[in-house]
């Protein structure tokens, strides 16, 4: 089974919002703190949002701080990540992944062990 399966991308126009869901019923997930990371063309993988294990501590990247917020549901185990007031710029394949919840509760790229293939987001001017 694979671990992370993301959903729920497309293509929006300026101002729309989007909810990205991401499956994590091939981990248990309680032990698994979590995160979205995007990557647009051409540039390297960006964090995006996090949150602990316990669903109550999260982590924003400043840029999406008020606008973006991540959410988990443990009875589903899902992660979502809501999106609102989307801009051109939030263009980018948009990544779910998965921390060890004894591990550092970070923000790199590096301290995530498992990764879903990702979902498309496209935000037109």
């Known amino acids: 089974q694979v671990p992370l399966v993301e959903s729920g991308g497309g293509l929006v126009q300026t101002g729309d919002s989007l909810r990205l869901y991401c499956d994590a019923s091939?981990?248990?997930?309680?032990?698994?703190?979590m995160a979205w990371f995007r990557q647009a063309p051409g540039k390297e993988r960006e964090f995006t949002a996090s949150?602990?294990?316990?669903?109550?501590?999260?982590n924003y990247a400043d840029s999406m701080k008020g606008r973006f917020a991540i959410s988990r549901d443990d009875a589903k185990n899902t992660v979502y990540l809501q999106m609102n007031s989307l801009k051109p710029e939030d263009t980018a394949v948009y990544y779910c992944?998965?921390?060890?919840?004894?591990?550092?509760?970070?923000?790199?790229?590096?301290?995530?062990?498992?990764w879903g293939q990702g979902t498309q987001v496209s935000v037109s001017s």
């Open positions: 091939g981990l248990t997930f309680r032990l698994w703190n």
């Open positions: 992944a998965a921390a060890s919840r004894f591990h550092n509760f970070g923000t790199r790229a590096s301290d995530y062990t498992i």
């Open positions: 949150i602990m294990w316990n669903g109550v501590t999260t």
